[in-house]
Each structure stands twice: as C-alpha cells, then as structure tokens.
C-alpha cells in the first residue's frame, strides 16, 4: 500500500503532462477566420462564392514558437496572420481564392526544422514564409526544394539563405548590410574610435555579423576589441568591466534575445555609460523591459519604425488588442516589432505573387511571377529581388530606447 | 578605472556568484553523502525557482511571495524524492541517477512548454536590487550581501548537523546507510529533510542570481547547477565547507580569467602586447582545474576527512 503514494503521484505527474499537451496554452493563435461581415475589407476580385467549394491558396507558416527564437517568431507570425485576416481572398487566374495559413513550430532548432518543414508540406500548401532565425531556415531549405515548393524568408538576415538556390528568397535586408550601417552608426553618427564587440561563441548569427561590423568598422578606421561567451553565460559583469577599462565607446552586442537583458542589466550595473548597439534580435518587448528604469541607452537596426505606416499601425494594434492569446504572443505588448511588420508585407507579396502567376501549381509560372516582382509592401515599401534572390534594401532605420523604457526612432541609415 | 577599482570589482562579483554556486553546491553534496546519489534535478529545481518567482511577483506582493517561493520549492524538492527516488531506494544506483536525468530533462521541458522557451524578466527585489557604491566600485546591493547571507546559513546548517536529532540522523545515514537504518534512525524523514534542506538553500540561491543577473530562460540552471557540482566535488563532495570554498573558487577564477587581457594589457601591468582572449575560455579554465585538482587530490580539498560529512 505504501507504494501507492509514490505511484499515484508519478500517474498525476504524467497525466498532468498529457493534458498540457493537449492544450497547448502557449501556442500562437490560430489564424484569425475570416469574417466575412465585420470589420475585414472587402475581397479582393469577384464576390466569394459559398466558402464550402471555393478553392484555397494554402500558405505555410514556418516559424518557431519555441526555443530561442520563440519569441521573436511568434511577432512575426502575428504579423502574417493579421494580413490573412484583413486579406481572406486573392483573385489567381480570375478565380476567387480563399487563403488559408497553415502554422508549424520549427521550435528554433535545426534538428527539429526539417521534420517540422515536411509536416508543413504534408499539409498541402503552396507557398511557404518564414523562418524567423537563418540557421532554422538553411536546415529546412530541402525539404521545401523537394516539394518543389517557393520559399520567402521574411527576416531571416544570413547571406547563405539564399545563396546556391533557385527557390529561397528573402524579403528583409541581409547580415553584411546591417553590420556596414550598424559600424556606420558608430563611427559617423556616434563618433567612436574604439567599439568593443561581444558574441556568442559558435553562434552563426552572432559571428557572422560580429564580422560584418569589425570589417566595415576597421575600414573606417576604428580600433575593433571582441570578446565571446560561450552560450549559457549570466554574468556579463565583467565583459561590461572590460570594455569600460579598455576604452570602449560603443559596445555591440549582436545576440539573442535571451542574452540581451542579462546584458543590458549588467551595463547598467557597472554603469557603463556608453550605447549598446545590435541587429534586429533585439528589436524586441523584452529589450525594452530589460531597459526600463536602467542607465542604458541601447540601439538596434530594424526592418521597419513604428509611425512609418500610422493607419496600419493603429489597425494593427486594435487587432492585438482585441485578443488577449494575440497580446501574449507579441510579448504582452502592442509595441510593434520590425518582425511583424515583415510578416504582413510577405504574406501580401505571395498574394501578389499568385495573382500575378494566375495558377496554384504551375512552379515555373510561380518561380517567374517571384523574380518579376515590383511590390509595394504595404508597411515597409518597395521589394524588388536582385540575382540572389534578397529584396534590394538600402536603408535600415535605427530605434533607441533608454530609462524611458520606450522605442524612440534615432534615425534612417543608408548607405 | 584603475586597475585598482577593476580588480576589485570583479573580485565582488566573482566572491558573490561563488556564494550563489556555494548554496546550490551544498545540496548537491548533502544528497550524494547521504544517498550517494547525484541529484541532477537539482539545478533544475533552483531554475524553476526563478521562474515562480516571476509569475509569484506578478500577483503578490514580495512579503508573501519570497516566502510563498520558498514553500514551493522546498514541497518540490520534497515531492521529487518521494515520487522519483524514493521507490528505486534498493534499485541499483544507476537507476535512482538515470530517474534523475529524467526529472532533470522533465522540469526542463515543462518550463520549456509553459514559457514557450521565452526568457523572463527577473523582478526587482527594492532593497536587494539596489546599486550602492562600495570602495569607489558600483554594483548591487545582492553582491555585497551574498557572502555574508551564505556564510549564515552555513553557520545555521553546521549547528544544525552537529546538534540536532535529525542532524545526527543525517551524519549516521552518511557514514553508513544500512546500520543507521538498523540503529532505529528513520530514514526516510532523513532523506526528506535533507532535500527539504537543499531545497530551500536553493531557493534562497535563485533569489539572490536571478536578482543579480534577471533573465530567467528553461536552460538558465543548467550552467549554475553544473558549475555548482563542479563545486562540489571540488571541494570534496559531502563536505559543507568544501562546497562553499569550491563555489567560491570558481567563482572568483572565472571572473578573474574574464578579466585577466585587461589586467595583463598594456593599459595596466604591460606583460602582454595583445589579448589572449582569455574571456572565451573561461569556463574551460574552470573545468581544467577541476581536473587538476582531481588528479593531485581525487577526494577534492576536504573530502579526506569522513567526520566533516553532512
């Protein structure tokens, strides 16, 4: 009988798991129904037929909703689901076509990205978008070659994403361009000389654009120091110690999000005085909660600044307002991140991009319809590839927040 | 910043993460002596303490939530050897350490899935979050009040072991586990208490870092814990004074080693042109003298002496 107790509780422990499971609380939001009274606008092409036998465009969103890059994948889901939610229907070849967005977790891990591409694919969809963090995306990018499918990354900044394949293109601007404007920002606009560069060992993202920013800053004639942790490092204390003894005027810190606010708290701490700056990982809620109330001014590139689109903006944020699973997902929140406004802009290019092709499966006629693009996105402008297959970007916008624990735009680089 | 100030100041950083390594190290040791179990769960447990925390601070005010975390974590602690160990107790010993792998790995996953993986805010503790200026050096109030927190409650568990019931207990199950049972010692309360014990010490341990450095993410004690281990057996594991010493010197090297390019630099003594990169290595340097210190003592610093176990 005195077993029982321990057995019993071993049974809760695995029942309780289960039913997490089973309802999953944390999960994205299911794609907003399109209601087709309300405030949705009005459908694109013919009146709909009866939603029973209307044909679909079926989109897949491939994005983590776990692991390190959870929470940035979940803004830009929400981004792409609102667009499918103010844009239920596409005309392909005269024929009114629901959309519908199919959502898979990646979970931010190359190991479980293919599986998680293949579910995807299983699902029948058309087009995929995403992922949120390069390295997912590198992982999976044969998966959806096999299916024949177009892949368009929606923020994912690794040159390798698109290079070597006809199928991958990218709609934000790219590692080497970011490290050029970020050194830039440092050298011109803040007057540094000396930058001290912090990344995370073995990290393609970090390194990668650690060295973007060394080269371009160098150039300009700059003193570069760098420093790596290896990955599950809490105290930045004395990275912080360092850079101030050495002279440091800049630090930049290209890191996740988790990293960030350890980061930021220790800057404040040892009272560095002196700007973080980093790439579009940390143009993120957490960040901005990390710097409330602290002694730091950080600065990051981004894809887009809140107020460049203001009606969207505000049409955005009543959306996520109105929702408080959508709330949770952009990190308890209604600041809108760069991620976010990508993901609408992708999902209206794909839109595009089958209107335009006039068919569902015809790869040839959708791969040609892609390089033909000439899009106006809606929120971040104008998107146009070049051979690579990346949108032609040549300006960033750079965001600070400090103390006032909010986004305030700095400035539009260019280069 | 003199060398002076920058020696000093990561001299209190490395003296207060070391004490944060020292109190989660004691309930590693105190659980092998007995048990001769590694409890690897227990990093995880001191992680899900900052993670309670965070959700605790968020509806109570700190006077019910810090002691509400404390009874959490201590009931878990206690749930775990209950539910996980306690029935594998005549089960060979790999058993009970593959049954903590898989707690370990089940408290990861399950914060994984209720955080979705994101990392959370700390709160701010008012008077512990502080920043306060000691000897010319800036730092938080945490850092200065670590050492001495942990040196009191080392005090309170020696006393506690030399001079209670259930602390002879304790001593008798470490020295040997089968004739303690066979002297009428209850066993099973001295199991318990002894997770209840390193329980609350790592409650109080996950306090005093995550108000140091406030990012709680499900991976955030996997580092602290295997740092704390290496305490452990550093300083010969079932010693209590062993794991503070070992905690502390760990601590304080791998502060040190990151700050070791500016302190060698040509800014301060001048013996190296360029930097070494130390900081990169840091870890690995703890973990090299770990190894040292084995192969010259494989009992660690106070391991040879039975009568100091727990």
């Known amino acids: 009988m005195k077993r029982f107790i321990p057995i019993a509780l071993a049974l809760i422990l695995v029942v309780g798991l289960l039913a997490s499971c089973g309802a999953p609380a944390s ?129 994912c900044t690794n040159p390798g994403v698109t290079r070597g394949n006809d199928h991958y293109f990218r709609v934000c601007f790219l590692d080497p361009f970011q490290g050029q ?44 120091i760098q420093e790596n942790f290896p990955e599950g490092t809490s105290d930045f204390t004395a990275f912080m110690n360092n850079a101030r003894a050495q002279g440091a005027e800049v630090i930049f810190a290209p890191t996740s999000v988790e990293a960030a606010a350890l980061i930021i708290s220790a800057a404040d701490i040892v009272g560095v005085g002196i700007p973080l700056l980093a790439g579009d990982t940390w143009d993120s809620p957490q960040v901005v909660d990390a710097a409330r109330g602290r002694n730091v001014e950080v600065m990051v590139t981004t894809f887009y600044q809140e107020g460049g689109a203001p009606e969207w903006d505000a049409d955005f944020k009543a959306w996520l307002n109105a929702n408080p699973t959508q709330l949770a997902n952009n990190g308890g929140t209604d ?81 | 910043m003199s060398l002076y100030e920058f020696v000093l100041a990561n001299l209190m950083s490395g003296i207060s993460i070391g004490g944060q390594y020292a109190l989660i190290a004691i309930g590693y040791s105190m659980v092998y002596s007995i048990l001769r179990l590694i409890n690897f769960a227990h990093g995880d447990v001191f992680m899900l303490g900052g993670l309670f925390m965070v959700f605790l601070a968020a509806t109570f005010p700190l006077w019910v939530a810090i002691p509400a975390l404390i009874i959490l974590i201590v009931a878990l602690g206690f749930t775990i050897e209950r539910v996980a160990y306690k029935p594998l107790r005549t ?62 409650l080392v005090f309170a568990l020696v006393w506690l072991i030399n001079n209670t019931k259930i602390g002879i207990g304790m001593r008798a199950a470490a020295k040997d586990f089968d004739t303690s049972q066979l002297m009428g010692i209850k066993i099973n309360s001295v199991i318990s208490m002894t997770f209840v ?83 990169t290595f840091s870890d690995a340097f703890t973990f090299i003298l770990l190894i040292v210190v084995l192969v010259f003592k494989p009992t660690g610093l106070f391991g040879d002496k039975p009568t100091d176990k727990v």
């Not at chain 1, 309300?38 to 044909?55: I, L, N, R, T």
């Open chain 1, 181 to 224: 404007v970020l050194a830039s920002l440092a050298a011109n606009t803040l007057n540094a000389d000396t930058a001290f560069i912090l990344s995370l060992l073995g990290d393609d993202y970090s390194q990668g654009l650690s060295n973007f920013f060394r080269e371009a800053f160098e150039a300009n004639g700059g003193t570069v």
């Open chain 2, 91 to 152: 089960a060979p010993r790999m058993s009970v350490m593959i049954s903590a792998i898989g707690v370990s790995y089940l408290i990861q996953n399950l914060a994984l899935y209720f955080t979705g993986g994101l990392n959370r805010m700390y709160p701010n503790i008012p008077w512990l979050s502080d920043p306060i200026t000691v000897l010319g050096v800036t730092t938080r109030r945490v850092t200065v009040v670590t050492p001495f927190l942990v040196i009191a």
């Open chain 1, 27 to 155: 999960q994205p939001a299911p794609p907003a129904q399109p209601s087709p009274s309300g405030d949705a606008p009005a459908p694109e092409g013919d009146a709909p037929a009866p939603e029973g036998d209307m044909p679909e465009l079926v989109i897949g969103l491939f994005q983590p909703a776990t692991g390190a890059n959870g929470a940035g994948g979940r803004q830009e889901s929400l981004g792409t689901i609102f667009a499918n939610y103010r844009h239920p229907y596409v005309d392909i070849g005269g024929v009114t076509h629901r959309v519908r967005v199919e959502q898979v977790d990646n979970q931010s891990s190359t190991a479980h990205g293919p599986a998680a591409a293949a579910d995807l694919v299983a699902r029948g969809i058309h087009f995929v978008l995403g992922s949120y963090g390069s390295a997912v995306s590198m992982a999976s990018s044969d998966v959806f070659r096999d299916a024949g499918l177009i892949a368009m990354g929606v923020s």
């Open chain 1, 335 to 415: 600041i809108i991140a760069g991620f976010t406004a990508m993901g609408y802009d992708a999902y209206m290019l794909a839109l595009d991009i089958f209107h335009r092709a006039g068919t569902l499966d015809d790869r040839e006629a959708i791969l040609q319809a892609t390089w033909d693009t000439s899009f106006i996105g809606p929120v971040a402008g104008l998107i146009e590839f070049n051979e690579y297959g990346d949108a032609r970007r040549n300006t960033a916008f750079v965001k600070m927040v400090d103390y006032r624990g909010v986004w305030e735009f700095y400035a539009e680089q260019s280069l």
């Open chain 2, 197 to 279: 014990i390193g329980s609350f010490l790592a409650a109080i341990g996950s306090i005093l870092f995550f108000t140091s450095f406030p990012g709680v993410f499900p991976a955030a004690g996997a580092m602290p814990g295997l740092k704390a281990f290496v305490a452990a057996v550093f300083g010969g594991i079932g010693s209590i004074p062993g794991a503070v010493i070992g905690g502390l010197l760990i601590g304080v090297s791998e502060t040190l080693i990151r700050g070791l390019d500016v302190i060698l630099g040509p800014a301060n003594l001048g013996i190296i042109s360029r930097p070494l990169e130390l900081a």
